[in-house]
């Protein structure tokens, strides 16, 4: 069974920025692609940015140049640093690596 743990959430305002941490249990860390998502109210659930266990990375359109995902295999442990945070950015993250899901921490952006 793998667990995924996220932290790092809160109220920001726009303009400003907030690291997600993500730690993992289990062996399979290193060998996985993680990703993290986010969902806000009424809409759905949506790819932010992802991992390979190489280090290859991509990102939503929307994110891009402004987010981050970064992973330390020997913490177990992804990043998802969000720099220049909008309100639309507000909603619930979401760490990721199939089938498992994190519980998620809100990230909310005041304008």
């Known amino acids: 069974q793998v667990q995924l743990v996220e932290s790092g959430g809160g109220l920001v305002q726009a303009g400003g920025s907030l690291r997600l941490s993500c730690a993992a249990s289990g062996s399979i860390f290193r060998f996985n692609t993680m990703g993290w998502y986010r969902q806000a109210p009424g809409k759905l659930r949506e790819l932010v940015a992802a991992i390979t266990s190489g280090g290859n990375a991509n990102y939503a359109d929307s994110v891009k140049g402004r987010f981050t995902i970064s992973r330390d295999n020997a913490k177990n442990t992804v990043y998802l640093q969000m720099n220049s945070l909008k309100p639309e950015d507000t909603a619930v993250y979401y760490c990721?690596?199939?089938?498992?899901w994190g519980q998620g921490t809100q990230v909310t952006v005041s304008s």
């Open positions: 990721h690596t199939p089938p498992y």
